[in-house]
């Protein structure tokens, strides 16, 4: 029950390109920027996309992050088998206190 | 090079306190916010709390609002997280993670992460 909704499997073939999305609401990705992460097995996430398409320094640009209205993808062009991960978007949320919340994770596997 | 190293986990039972700490290094500590992060074994992420630079704000997930407290030590480029009441289902791996743009808590770019600290929470 996550405020983001991703879905929970993605999958392509190498070369290919897949999106994973992110479906939010007018307090959260209405209103402020998205990011995503990237989480290999056993190793803590890594910053992938910020403040909805730029990419920190190092990270390849087969990566590309977009928004609209309420919603965001992650596309992966080039896929290739250490793309194979759970890719997380996340945003501010400014409902009540306000709060950081993140979608439930989308496993992509590289066939 | 940045380094943020997690200490203080461990099993506690349930109703008891711990306290974990971030030692950070390798960036102007006092010019970013700073945030933790928790993944409970085989699940997502959850946001737990944020601290902005100067300790002058600070928000809560829902989840731990009034058990747990964040906060910062600027002198000795450390973060905190006291952590009352604990339950089962606080049981995690948490994460200190460092706000990548600016000073303020209210966004989630983090731009480096520790390496994680369980805390298991069981009778």
């Known amino acids: 029950q996550s405020v983001l909704t991703q879905p929970p499997s993605a999958s392509g073939t190498p070369g290919q390109r897949v999106t994973i999305s992110c479906s939010g609401s007018?307090?959260?990705?209405?209103?402020?920027?998205v990011n995503w992460y990237q989480q290999l097995p056993g190793t803590a996430p890594k910053l992938l996309i910020y403040?909805?398409?730029q990419r920190p320094s190092g990270v390849p640009d087969r990566f590309s992050g977009s928004k609209s209205g309420t919603s965001a993808s992650l596309a992966i062009s080039g896929l290739q088998s250490e793309d194979e991960a759970v890719y997380y978007c996340?945003?501010?949320?400014?409902?009540?206190?306000?709060?950081?919340?993140f979608g439930g994770g989308t496993k992509l596997t590289v066939l | 090079e940045v380094q943020l190293v997690e200490s203080g986990g461990g099993l506690v039972q349930p109703g008891r306190s711990l306290r974990l700490s971030c030692a950070a290094s390798?960036?102007?500590?006092?010019?970013?916010?700073m945030h933790w992060v928790r993944q409970a074994p085989g699940k997502g992420l959850e946001w737990v709390s944020g601290?902005?630079?100067?300790?002058?704000?600070?928000g809560y997930a829902d989840s731990v609002k009034g058990r747990f407290t964040i906060s910062r030590d600027n002198a000795k480029n450390s973060l905190y997280l006291q952590m009352n009441s604990l339950r089962a289902e606080d049981t995690a791996f948490y994460y200190c993670?460092?706000?990548?743009?600016?000073?303020?808590?209210?966004?989630?770019?983090?731009?480096?992460w520790g390496q994680g600290t369980l805390v298991t929470v069981s009778s």
């Open positions: 993670a460092k706000g990548r743009g600016s000073g303020h808590y209210q966004s989630l770019d983090f731009d480096y």
């Open positions: 390798g960036f102007t500590f006092d010019d970013y916010a």
């Open positions: 601290i902005s630079w100067n300790s002058g704000s600070t």
């Open positions: 007018s307090s959260n990705i209405g209103s402020n920027t």
């Open positions: 403040s909805n398409n």
């Open positions: 996340a945003a501010w949320d400014d409902s009540l206190n306000g709060s950081g919340v």
